[in-house]
């Protein structure tokens, strides 16, 4: 696997809107929020719940979360972690809600090689899957993982 993606539930604190393992509960016939163009809007909308798409940065669905414009947010977990360390403002304002203190939705996602590459080179196809992994776990990966989310800083003044 390339990497696992993770998708948790987020409302604010004191409501009662919560996944019980099956479907959304109270969520009073509005929509959740999730970024655009991500795989959770489509399972969301298998499971019936109308779907707010934003674009780009999740620090717009956590603001929108807190005016109301929507019950709920499901947002990758570890973006969502990273920028609750980065905002206190969202930390105190926001909590997650998932099951089992589980992420909402999980999956692991694949470089994808063709039968044909396979069956054609399975020692490169092998080298290929065996380097991935190498890199997922180095320091190097690490640090541009780290890098990435750094973008998701939030709210400056109500950062720690």
Known sequence: RIH??????YRLKGTDIRWDGTEMV??????VAAQAG?????????????VNEIPDDPNLIFRGLIKKYFAAAAIQTTTADYIFRKNREYRN????CSVNSKPFHQKPYYLMLSYQLVGQHPALAADIWRN???????EAYRARVKNFFSRFTGNPSAQD
């Open 4 to 9: 696992t993606s993770g998708y948790s539930l």
């Open 26 to 31: 109270n969520l009073g016939g509005r929509s």
């Open 38 to 50: 991500f795989t959770i809007t489509q399972d969301l909308k298998e499971i019936g719940v109308t």
């Open 93 to 96: 304002r926001i909590e997650r």
């Open 132 to 138: 991935i992994e190498r890199i997922r776990q180095s």
